[in-house]
């Protein structure tokens, strides 16, 4: 009797401490799941944007008074270890976007007196002699978000180009015209002004101008332009450029469409051509500046 008693007892002795020890393995578990997520969320906070800029090369408005910063691939790979470029080019790591930052100085590019922080297409890397026809074609998509922006003396606020398709002569026109280099003028500048998205593009002035003749920059005036009805305002935005021979499109959001086809895309088909993307700040007051987030960028031809 007293030895059944016994074997009772340490029996659900042994049970108890099975129990307890089968509660503290769980108790464990979870503590070394709750430890992962943790990494986990840890890992997350640290975000990169998702572009490749391996064809882009950079100008900003830091130099030497008379040319601006051009930072070229590679060099432009190590761009977030590069001092000269940290203050107008950089990664917002919490967001997972690469800022563009710019400010009115006096570095700026030829025929222009804005100061910019902006990719400029490189199809080879390194080189600028190597471009693009409509009739070749070409896409440009990007995710992005003005950041801030300063506003003018009437409290509005200033705008900035976020996208742009330049223009650009061969050696060969060049030479033809007469012209020191080989600028030509943007086909497409996109601008961010007042919360919206407008268009902007050139239009042939004398449909009946000679193959020579409409190779000249003032051969060429703007259009009345195009403004998107949707308010992006601070907010993310999706944008799309797509080119073909004689057509050009432009998608906001998935949504809205602009599309230009007709003979002055026609007629531009005789430019080679180079997309940018970035911060084109379009004012010269004191103490204005602007910050431009790219979450990402994608160019494919």
């Given at each position: 009797m007293i030895f059944r008693t016994f074997l009772i007892l340490f029996f659900m002795f042994s049970l108890t401490g099975f129990a307890q020890s089968n509660d503290s393995d769980k108790a464990s578990t979870v503590t070394k799941e709750q430890k992962k997520r943790k990494k986990r969320?840890?890992?997350?906070?640290f975000k990169l944007?998702?572009?490749?800029?391996?064809?882009?090369?950079?100008?900003?408005?830091?130099?030497?008074g008379k040319k601006p910063q051009e930072v070229?691939?590679?060099?432009?790979?190590?761009?977030?270890?590069?001092?000269?470029?940290?203050?107008?080019?950089?990664?917002?790591?919490?967001?997972?976007a690469l800022v563009f930052y710019a400010y009115p100085s006096k570095a700026t590019t030829a025929n222009t007196k804005y100061s910019r922080s902006e990719l400029r297409e490189q199809m080879e890397p390194g080189e600028n002699n190597v471009n693009w026809t409509f009739k070749q074609?070409?896409?440009m998509k990007g995710k992005l978000a003005i950041d801030e922006i300063s506003r003018d003396k009437n409290g509005k606020y200033h705008k900035?180009?976020?996208?742009?398709?330049?223009?650009?002569?061969?050696?060969?026109?060049?030479d033809l015209i007469g012209q020191k280099d080989n600028n030509a003028p943007p086909i497409l500048k996109i601008y961010w002004k007042d919360g919206?998205?407008?268009?902007?593009?050139?239009?042939?002035?004398?449909l009946n101008a000679s193959n020579e003749e409409i190779l000249h920059e003032?051969?060429?005036?703007d259009d009345e332009g195009f403004t998107f009805k949707e308010k992006v305002g601070f907010k993310k935005f999706r944008l799309e450029v797509r080119v073909s021979e004689g057509k050009m499109t432009?998608?906001?959001?998935?949504?809205?469409?602009?599309?230009?086809?007709n003979i002055h895309m026609k007629k531009w088909g005789v430019f080679e051509n180079y997309f940018k993307a970035g911060n084109y700040f379009q004012s010269r007051d004191d103490n204005s500046f602007a910050k431009v987030r790219y979450y990402n960028l994608e160019v494919t031809h």
């Amino acid at each position: 009797m007293i030895f059944r008693t016994f074997l009772i007892l340490f029996f659900m002795f042994s049970l108890t401490g099975f129990a307890q020890s089968n509660d503290s393995d769980k108790a464990s578990t979870v503590t070394k799941e709750q430890k992962k997520r943790k990494k986990r969320r840890k890992k997350k906070k640290f975000k990169l944007p998702k572009i490749d800029l391996s064809h882009w090369k950079v100008t900003t408005p830091a130099g030497n008074g008379k040319k601006p910063q051009e930072v070229s691939p590679p060099e432009i790979l190590d761009y977030a270890t590069n001092k000269d470029l940290l203050p107008y080019m950089y990664n917002d790591s919490v967001r997972g976007a690469l800022v563009f930052y710019a400010y009115p100085s006096k570095a700026t590019t030829a025929n222009t007196k804005y100061s910019r922080s902006e990719l400029r297409e490189q199809m080879e890397p390194g080189e600028n002699n190597v471009n693009w026809t409509f009739k070749q074609g070409g896409k440009m998509k990007g995710k992005l978000a003005i950041d801030e922006i300063s506003r003018d003396k009437n409290g509005k606020y200033h705008k900035v180009i976020i996208m742009q398709i330049h223009g650009r002569l061969t050696n060969a026109q060049r030479d033809l015209i007469g012209q020191k280099d080989n600028n030509a003028p943007p086909i497409l500048k996109i601008y961010w002004k007042d919360g919206k998205i407008r268009v902007k593009t050139k239009v042939l002035k004398n449909l009946n101008a000679s193959n020579e003749e409409i190779l000249h920059e003032d051969a060429w005036g703007d259009d009345e332009g195009f403004t998107f009805k949707e308010k992006v305002g601070f907010k993310k935005f999706r944008l799309e450029v797509r080119v073909s021979e004689g057509k050009m499109t432009i998608v906001l959001n998935n949504n809205e469409f602009k599309t230009y086809e007709n003979i002055h895309m026609k007629k531009w088909g005789v430019f080679e051509n180079y997309f940018k993307a970035g911060n084109y700040f379009q004012s010269r007051d004191d103490n204005s500046f602007a910050k431009v987030r790219y979450y990402n960028l994608e160019v494919t031809h």
